[in-house]
C-alpha cells in the first residue's frame, strides 16, 4: 500500500517560461532521474522528479495529457493543474520512446482507473443496486500496473548524467539549436514557411479586393434595397392601388427579400475572411519567430568558427616555438660535442705529458 516508484530513467528538466509561453527554463543543471509513482490508495499515477531536495516535477498523470515528442530527444507535456509544460531531454531517442510509451500506458491505466471509480459511485448512488453501507466505504480496487524492476528502475535506465546528451534549448525554441542538423533543420521550415508566406500574401491580396469589391456589392444592394423601400411607400401612398400595382409590390417585396438574404450571406463570407485573416497572422508570427531563431544559430555559428581559427593560429604559432626551440638544443648540442672533443685531447695532452715526466 502507498505510492511506489514503477518506472525510472534519466533526463534533463525543463519548464515553459511562464511570462513568454515560449522559452524553455532549465529547471535542473545535470540529469536527473525522473520516476513514475503509483499511489495505490489514491488509485492514481504521478510523475515526480528531485534535484538534491527539491521536487522540480510533481505532476499528476490525467486521461486528457498528451505527451509529445518535438524531436528525437526531447519530449514535453501540459499539466493544467500546475499551470505550467514540463519539457524532458534525453540522451538517447531509446529513452525519449521509453519515457513515452510508459506515459501513454500509465495514462490508459488513470482512465480506467477513473471509469471503474465512476462506475462504483453510480452503483453506490443508484436505487435499484443498494449495499450495506460497509460495502459502500470500501476502497476501490487498484488497477496495479506490471512492475518494471523492484527499486524502479529498469535496465536501459542511466546510472550517471550524461553532460554531453543533454539538450540545449534555444531562447525562443526548443532543444539542440547549437547542432548544424538543427541548422538545417530551421533553415528547410524557414523556406518552407518562405513559400506559403508568398501563397499567403496572394491570397491575403486576394481577400482583400474580394473583400472591397463585396462591401461595394453591400453598398449597391443597400442602395437597391433603399430606393426600392421608396417605391413601395410611394405605391402604397397612391390612391388609387390597381392589381398591377400590387403585383409590382409584391415583386418588389420579393426582391427585397433576396437582397436581404444576399446581404447576409455576403455578411458570413466576411466573418470568414477575417478568420483567414487571423491565421494568416499567426503563420506570419510563427515565420517572424523561425528567422529569428536562424539568425541567432548563424552567429553562434559565426562565433565558433572565429574560435577554432584562433585556436588554429595559437596551435601554430605553439608549433612554431616548439620547432624554434628543437633547434636552439640542436646548436647548445653541437657546441657542447665540440667542447667535449677539445676537453678529451687536452686530457690525452696532458696524460701524455705525464708519462713523458715520468
Not at 511506489?4 to 527554463?25: C, E, G, M
Not at 535542473?28 to 532521474?33: D, E, N, P, Q, Y
Request: proline share 4%; net charge negative.
Amino acid at each position: 500500500m502507498g505510492e511506489q516508484p514503477i518506472y525510472s530513467t534519466r533526463a534533463h528538466v525543463f519548464q515553459i517560461d511562464p511570462n513568454t509561453k515560449k522559452n524553455w527554463l532549465p529547471t535542473s543543471k545535470h540529469a536527473v532521474t525522473v520516476s513514475y509513482f503509483y499511489d495505490s490508495t489514491r488509485n492514481v499515477y504521478r510523475i515526480i522528479s528531485l534535484d538534491g531536495t527539491k521536487a522540480i516535477i510533481n505532476s499528476t498523470i490525467s486521461p486528457n495529457m498528451t505527451f509529445t515528442k518535438t524531436s528525437q530527444k526531447f519530449g514535453q507535456w501540459a499539466d493544467s493543474r500546475a499551470n505550467t509544460v514540463y519539457g524532458l531531454g534525453f540522451s538517447t531517442e531509446h529513452h525519449l520512446s521509453k519515457f513515452a510509451e510508459k506515459f501513454a500506458e500509465y495514462k490508459e491505466a488513470a482512465r480506467l482507473a477513473k471509469e471503474k471509480s465512476q462506475e462504483k459511485m453510480d452503483m453506490a448512488t443508484s436505487p435499484s443496486q443498494e449495499s450495506p453501507a460497509g460495502e459502500l466505504s470500501s476502497p476501490l480496487t487498484p488497477v496495479t500496473p506490471p512492475m518494471e524492476n523492484i527499486n524502479g528502475t529498469d535496465e536501459i535506465c542511466d546510472t550517471t548524467p550524461n553532460s554531453d546528451a543533454r539538450p540545449e534549448p534555444a531562447q525562443n525554441a526548443l532543444a539542440f539549436a547549437h547542432s548544424p542538423a538543427m541548422t538545417k533543420h530551421w533553415e528547410a521550415e524557414l523556406e518552407a514557411l518562405k513559400g506559403n508566406n508568398a501563397k499567403l500574401t496572394a491570397a491575403l491580396l486576394e481577400s482583400t479586393a474580394n473583400v472591397k469589391q463585396w462591401k461595394q456589392q453591400l453598398a449597391a444592394y443597400q442602395e437597391e434595397a433603399e430606393r426600392l423601400h421608396k417605391r413601395v411607400t410611394e405605391l402604397e401612398c397612391q390612391s388609387n392601388q390597381t392589381p398591377v400595382i400590387k403585383s409590382q409590390k409584391t415583386e418588389l417585396n420579393q426582391t427585397i427579400e433576396e437582397l436581404e438574404t444576399a446581404l447576409r450571406d455576403k455578411e458570413e463570407e466576411m466573418e470568414k475572411l477575417k478568420e483567414e485573416l487571423e491565421n494568416m497572422n499567426d503563420l506570419m508570427e510563427q515565420k517572424d519567430t523561425l528567422t529569428q531563431k536562424l539568425e541567432e544559430t548563424e552567429l553562434r555559428s559565426r562565433v565558433l568558427e572565429e574560435q577554432l581559427a584562433g585556436a588554429e593560429q595559437r596551435l601554430e604559432e605553439n608549433q612554431e616555438e616548439q620547432e624554434n626551440f628543437r633547434k636552439s638544443l640542436r646548436t647548445l648540442l653541437e657546441l657542447l660535442d665540440g667542447k667535449i672533443f677539445e676537453l678529451t685531447e687536452l686530457r690525452d695532452t696532458l696524460a701524455r705529458l705525464i708519462e713523458e715526466a715520468s
